[in-house]
């Protein structure tokens, strides 16, 4: 079993869409999540950034973590064509003392007109 | 812009010949990661410099190492390329060690073997 598991997709969605995307994994010690970003034959860009549980809000963006479920979700509100891309979430193990990610394999997002 | 380039964005090898890829930085941080991603799988952590501290996962094969000159500065040196080293590789930095440090990346290398 991965670490992290993440729906490949592909998701295909209309424009002002709401999108979720969703994580789950298995390791208690992920105490850091993040959201990044892959355009094609780009690197991964930092998206959302969470520590605790809750929920954190920038924009069209919205990042859920629920670590009673080792559950976290990223919500994209009117969703643009601008917004295809890969959707990786990725994690921090806080025990292990270091800065390691560990990622899913990402969601391939498309926007349509 | 402060940032993290990767050269060259598509290298080619033979198959056995040693390939370097490299990686710098404007943003002044302190470590510098690589990261190897093969298609439709996750990015997996290969090795981290801190400074001048290398650390190196456990499950990197001895066919990959690194350098780091300077703190600007960090390579990727593939001794011996195999077909399964075909990939995107994945120069990261960020500030500090400390866990949860964010990381910022370069756009890549994409790795190909003849």
């Known amino acids: 079993q991965k670490e992290v598991e993440q729906d490949p997709g592909p998701l295909s969605v209309p424009e002002g869409a709401i999108v979720s995307l969703n994580c789950t994994y298995s390791?208690?010690?992920?105490?850091?999540f993040m959201w990044y970003r892959q355009y094609s034959r780009k690197g991964p860009e930092l998206l959302m950034y969470?520590?605790?549980?809750g929920n954190k809000e920038d924009g069209r963006f919205t990042a859920q973590v629920d670590k009673s479920s080792k559950y976290i979700s990223l919500f994209i509100r009117d969703s643009q064509p601008s917004d295809s891309a890969t959707y990786l979430c990725?994690?921090?193990?806080?025990?292990?003392?270091?800065?390691?990610?560990?990622f899913g394999t990402g969601t391939q997002l498309k926007v349509e007109l | 812009d402060a940032m993290v380039i990767q050269n060259p964005r598509y290298q080619v090898t033979q198959f056995g010949k040693p390939v370097t890829l490299s990686c710098s930085q404007t943003l002044n941080h302190n470590v510098m990661y690589w990261y190897q991603q093969k298609s439709s799988q996750a990015p997996k952590l290969l090795f981290h410099y801190y400074d001048k501290d290398f650390n190196n996962e456990a499950d990197t094969p001895d066919n990959f190492q690194s350098r780091r000159p300077n703190t600007s500065f960090c390579f990727l040196d593939i001794r011996s390329p195999g077909l399964g080293d075909a990939a995107m590789y994945l120069c990261?930095?960020?500030?500090?060690?400390?866990?949860?440090?964010?990381?910022?990346f370069g756009d890549g290398t994409r790795l190909s073997i003849l």
């Open positions: 969470t520590y605790s549980s």
């Open positions: 390791n208690s010690a992920f105490q850091y």
């Open positions: 990725a994690m921090i193990d806080s025990t292990g003392g270091g800065n390691k990610l560990t």
């Open positions: 990261a930095t960020s500030r500090e060690r400390q866990v949860g440090a964010p990381q910022h």
